[in-house]
């Protein structure tokens, strides 16, 4: 069965680094546009932080460009997710996702504009002192 594996989360005081990874299974990191989405407690699931098109370009949202990266290996077939200069207010769950599409006029949360073809789990991150 195809899915995603999110792994890397933890406990990381304010200004540290965690790198996530993104390990699909019964897919290639070539086959989809991998796209990370975090959600915090008691807040929607925000839109894509950081993305791999199926080719290798990556791209952040501004929200998070110069502290966030992508990256793929195609070897491992892993996408990783390297979060530096951490705050509290970036401790959520944090998901990867194969997208087939996306729509920026849909209307609803930023999340429910990207067509999704897998979801994985989710990992922990809290960013506390």
């Known amino acids: 069965e195809a899915q995603l594996v999110e792994s890397g989360g933890g406990l990381v005081q304010p200004w540290g680094s965690l790198r996530l990874s993104c390990a699909p299974s019964?897919?290639?990191?070539?086959?989809?546009?991998i796209g990370w989405f975090r959600q915090a407690p008691g807040k929607e699931r925000e839109g894509v932080l950081c993305f791999r098109s199926r080719n290798g370009i990556t791209n952040c949202a501004d929200s998070v460009k110069g502290r966030f990266s992508i990256s793929g290996d195609s070897v491992k077939n892993t996408v990783y997710l390297q979060m530096n200069s951490l705050k509290p207010e970036d401790s959520a769950v944090y998901y990867c996702a194969a997208i087939t599409g996306f729509d920026l006029r849909r209307t609803g949360p930023p999340a429910s504009r990207y067509d999704i073809a897998y979801w994985g789990k989710g990992t922990l991150v809290t960013v506390s002192s």
């Open positions: 019964g897919f290639t990191v070539n086959d989809y546009d």
